[in-house]
């Protein structure tokens, strides 16, 4: 046998091994469900799910089908939901840090939850010493005027004067008491936490 015959018979050897790895069978599925096989793509296969397969049937590549606007909007919901649960434990486990390295027993989360409501109490206190002496010169000053809020004159003025202080003094007041409702949820909050965190009690 011939350098040259040998050399034919072994490229055509080759293209014999090689050729079938690049002819490809498609398949897919159409609207109706129905499975089809091909050689080629066709145009209504577009966006559906597909299956590349060699001519010995082992897949080679598989393209899931193309989205919908309602499936891509889902998947965008959930992406968002996951990133904002991701962001609630984040910060969750920073804060159970934070509590864990400030404090030894519940009853330092007692002791510094008083700390922190002296200050609103001493406000408290001190405008309810104020506005003890005004309510009492507004019911004088009714008193003066016959039993009825005076209207006009200078007793008039006062009363106006002293009802706006008054009012500005309530408002100081439930200012002050919700900052004290909230002082004592919050270090609540952080007393249950360190239990549940601890065993603590």
Do not use: C
Request: charged fraction near 25%; glycine fraction near 6%; aromatic fraction near 4%.
């Amino acid at each position: 046998m011939t350098a040259n015959l040998k050399l034919i018979l072994g490229s055509t050897l080759l293209l014999s091994i090689v050729t079938p790895a690049h002819a490809e069978i498609y398949k897919w599925k159409d609207a109706q469900g129905v499975t089809h096989y091909g050689d080629t793509m066709p145009p209504q296969a577009a966006g559906r799910a597909t299956t590349e397969m060699s001519k010995h049937g082992i897949v080679i590549k598989q393209t899931p089908a193309a989205l919908t606007p309602e499936q891509r909007q889902s998947n965008e919901a959930e992406a968002v939901r996951e990133n904002k649960e991701q962001q609630i434990q984040t910060e969750q486990k920073r804060r159970d840090t934070a509590l864990l390295n400030t404090y030894t027993t519940p009853a330092e989360i007692d002791l510094a939850r008083d700390r922190n409501l002296e200050q609103s109490k001493l406000v408290v206190d001190g405008t309810k010493l104020r506005l003890a002496p005004l309510q009492q010169k507004q019911a004088k000053l009714v008193q003066q005027a016959g039993g009825k809020i005076p209207d006009k004159g200078p007793m008039a003025a006062e009363y106006a004067q002293n009802a706006q202080h008054i009012k500005d003094l309530e408002a100081i007041l439930a200012q002050k008491s919700q900052e004290m409702a909230d002082i004592r949820s919050k270090f609540e909050g952080d007393k249950a936490r360190f239990i549940e965190l601890t065993g603590k009690k």
